[in-house]
């Protein structure tokens, strides 16, 4: 690869554009050669990510001689390709809607991936070939890391209204957990958008809860409230004045419910992680409380976990019960 380009690629994160290359006058068949090759990824006309910024990360194991690649999650890889497609497009361009919300490093759950959000110079929104306009005006612009993006709380705010609440909530509770926004700037974002009636980002930004550590803890509480049961989130577990634990969830004081996403128990630390799960759900066992473990799949299935819920809830009281 040309040492230019491979320089102005790094600045920039790992991608280039149609800008970089007529600057550096490289022409259109050398880039050509350099996909051909597999040491670029062509994202759409004009914009290119470099293979070596796509490829896995390599993440330390808890202290073992070893390491793990972890695969770069889809968030990652699309606010690459966003990069990627600003660096095509004029710069008074500016990432919007899920496209700057990933931008600032939020998680993302529910949107689409393959398209492409910016705020730009027209007056009708638009989508063609994975990238949709909207028009930039008068949405609040910044810059981040060197890109200009729809600041955070209007962005979330749009990504709401275009993907969803769910998609909604999750991205909020991210951003609010990680101090990136607070609630009562999103709410004033909201404000300053046209009015609906019927708003998706209002009634996301009610379900908000700062307390959510990951996109399975926030799709296990609504969940859990759609189903209809009062669950505390992040609830600490006291004996004689001492947390002995802090749970996920704590549903009618009773079951201690636990989302488990993808977790690895391999090699020594990973034994150990294990170990010490096991010995914390045995004290919560032996302090009154039942405990159900949630994955992926059963939040795809609300009514079984509603029976695997309830039939803890019985346990529970009935143990409660004999020991009166």
């Known amino acids: 690869m040309d040492q230019r380009l491979s320089a102005v690629a790094a600045g920039l994160g790992g991608v280039f554009g149609s800008r970089d290359l007529a600057a550096l006058a490289i022409a259109p068949a050398t880039v050509a050669g350099l996909v051909r090759r597999g040491?670029?990824?062509?994202?759409?006309?004009?914009a290119f990510v470099l293979a070596s910024a796509l490829r896995p990360l390599e993440t330390p194991a808890g202290g073992e001689r070893t390491a793990y690649a972890r695969a770069r999650?889809?968030?990652?890889?699309?606010?690459?390709?966003?990069?990627?497609?600003?660096?095509s497009r004029p710069e008074l361009d500016a990432a919007s809607h899920h496209a700057s919300v990933a931008l600032h490093g939020v998680d993302l759950y529910g949107c689409d991936l393959s398209v492409i959000d910016l705020a730009s110079r027209v007056r009708k929104v638009g989508l063609e070939r994975g990238v949709r306009l909207h028009p930039g005006h008068p949405l609040p612009i910044g810059g981040l890391d060197g890109v200009r993006v729809v600041k955070l709380p209007t962005a979330l705010a749009l990504l709401a209204r275009s993907s969803g609440v769910l998609a909604g909530v999750c991205s909020m509770d991210d951003a609010v957990h990680d101090g990136l926004c607070t609630t009562t700037q999103i709410a004033a974002a909201i404000e300053k958008l046209t009015v609906r009636r019927h708003d998706p980002a209002k009634v996301a930004l009610a379900?908000?809860?700062a307390l959510?550590?990951?996109?399975?803890?926030?799709?296990?509480?609504?969940?859990?409230?759609?189903?209809g049961f009062s669950a505390v989130s992040q609830r600490r577990v006291e004996v004689g004045g001492r947390v002995v634990a802090r749970v996920d969830f704590l549903v009618e004081g009773l079951v201690v419910v636990e989302f488990d996403g993808i977790v690895k128990y391999e090699g020594l630390h990973g034994r150990a992680a294990l170990a010490a799960e096991k010995a914390r759900e045995s004290q919560l066992v032996d302090l009154g409380?039942?405990?159900?473990?949630?994955?992926?799949?059963?939040?795809?299935?609300?009514?079984?976990?509603?029976?695997?819920?309830?039939?803890?809830?019985k346990r529970a009281r009935e143990r409660a019960a004999r020991a009166a």
């Not at 999650?73 to 660096?87: F, N, Q, W």
């Not at 803890?217 to 759609?226: A, G, I, N, P, S």
């Not at 409380?289 to 809830?313: G, H, K, M, N, Q």
């Open 39 to 46: 040491e670029v990824e062509r994202v759409r006309r004009g």
């Open 73 to 87: 999650r889809p968030e990652e890889v699309y606010a690459l390709h966003t990069r990627a497609v600003l660096r």
């Open 207 to 209: 379900l908000v809860d």
């Open 212 to 227: 959510a550590e990951s996109v399975g803890e926030t799709r296990t509480r609504l969940v859990l409230q759609d189903l």
């Open 289 to 313: 409380f039942e405990v159900v473990r949630v994955v992926w799949s059963d939040l795809d299935d609300p009514a079984a976990l509603a029976r695997r819920i309830r039939t803890a809830l």
